[in-house]
T-cell receptor
Framework: GAGVSQSPSNKVTEKGKDVELRCDPI?????LYWYRQSLGQGLEFLIY????????KSGLPSDRFSAERTGGSVSTLTIQRTQQEDSAVYLC??????????????FGPGTRLLVL | AQKITQTQPGMFVQEKEAVTLDCTYD???????LFWYKQPSSGEMIFLIY??????QNATEGRYSLNFQKARKSANLVISASQLGDSAMYFC??????????????FGKGITLSVRP
């Protein structure tokens, strides 16, 4: 079956502009995660969705970052007033339930964001 | 304090030999899970192997095995019979607890493995 998909694959924007990144999880997966991968920081957790609600938003770095999930499926990560330090690869992952310790998270190919 | 520590910046191994990639972790939870992922240059994260804190045996998946030493809080990945396609970045990650609120993975900074022909 289809894996996790993300769009766009690459995004170049100017400092101060807003961007939206999209994630399509594996069909039927209840849990959805956003991570950020940058050169200096490795992989950082941003936010976790269980269905349409987000029980853990602890990784969002500032109030410029927000995310939503609708219909228990597609999720959008929005970055407002982008800064150069937002440049990174944004990875989305999904898993069937989210509450099982040994559950594997399946990752999408990522969106590479460059803020000029 | 870092929850996942991967201190080897880069590793080299000869094709067909075995290699160990180190990972130490820090948690006060009794229930936790440890994961290894591979990230080739193409960028996708590929799940390799899982070890639960209560698992009595070391996990194995094909050429991958996990040397789990709970008292030392280490979970080293062993790759046997290295292949050229094993050249990639390898990440150790941990999920703490068994409830949905702790569902996120915490990753180490990764280790680059290069397999020489």
């Amino acid at each position: 079956g289809a894996g996790v998909s993300q769009s766009p694959s690459n995004k170049v924007t100017e400092k101060g502009k807003d961007v939206e990144l999209r994630c399509d999880p594996i069909s039927g997966h209840t849990a959805l995660y956003w991570y950020r991968q940058s050169l200096g920081q490795g992989l950082e957790f941003l936010i976790y969705f269980q269905g349409n609600s987000a029980p853990d938003k602890s990784g969002l770095p500032s109030d410029r970052f927000s995310a939503e999930r609708t219909g228990g499926s597609v999720s959008t990560l929005t970055i407002q007033r982008t800064q150069q330090e937002d440049s990174a690869v944004y990875l989305c992952a999904s898993s069937p339930l989210g509450v099982v310790l040994q559950e594997t998270q399946y990752f999408g190919p990522g969106t590479r964001l460059l803020v000029l | 304090a870092q929850k996942i520590t991967q201190t080897q910046p880069g590793m080299f191994v000869q094709e067909k030999e075995a290699v160990t990639l180190d990972c130490t972790y820090d948690t006060s939870d009794q229930s936790y899970g440890l994961f290894w992922y591979k990230q080739p240059s193409s960028g996708e994260m590929i799940f390799l192997i899982y070890q639960g804190s209560y698992d009595e045996q070391n996990a194995t998946e094909g050429r991958y095995s996990l040397n789990f030493q709970k008292a030392r809080k280490s979970a080293n990945l062993v790759i046997s019979a290295s292949q050229l396609g094993d050249s990639a970045m390898y990440f150790c990650a941990m999920r703490e607890g068994s409830t949905g609120a702790n569902s996120k993975l915490t990753f180490g900074k990764g280790i680059t493995l290069s397999v020489r022909p």
